[in-house]
């Protein structure tokens, strides 16, 4: 007889685990920082900074490509399975 807790392939699920806190905490900051670029490009447009306001659209737009690829690999991955 068999423990349940035998069965289980603990290497697999701290994997599962770390990576799922890496890649949450991760993708989340990712966008964070779009989403920072984002603003800060629209009040330094306003402020008529041209200049400044397209490098942090620039970085907004980054981050916005970072995260669909993440997104993109996430679902490629998952369904290779």
Partial sequence: ?????ATVDWDALLQVVW???LTG???TA????????ATRAVDLSRGGRAAEAG???AVA???L????VAVVFAIVA???K
Avoid: E, H, Q, R
């Fill in 25 to 27: 905490i991760g993708v």
């Fill in 61 to 63: 737009v980054a981050a």
């Fill in 19 to 21: 990576v799922s806190i």
């Fill in 30 to 37: 990712v966008f964070a920082i779009a989403i920072y670029g």
């Fill in 1 to 5: 007889m068999t423990l349940p807790l």
């Fill in 65 to 68: 490509i970072a995260v669909g």
């Fill in 55 to 57: 490098l942090f659209a």
């Fill in 78 to 80: 998952m369904t290779d």
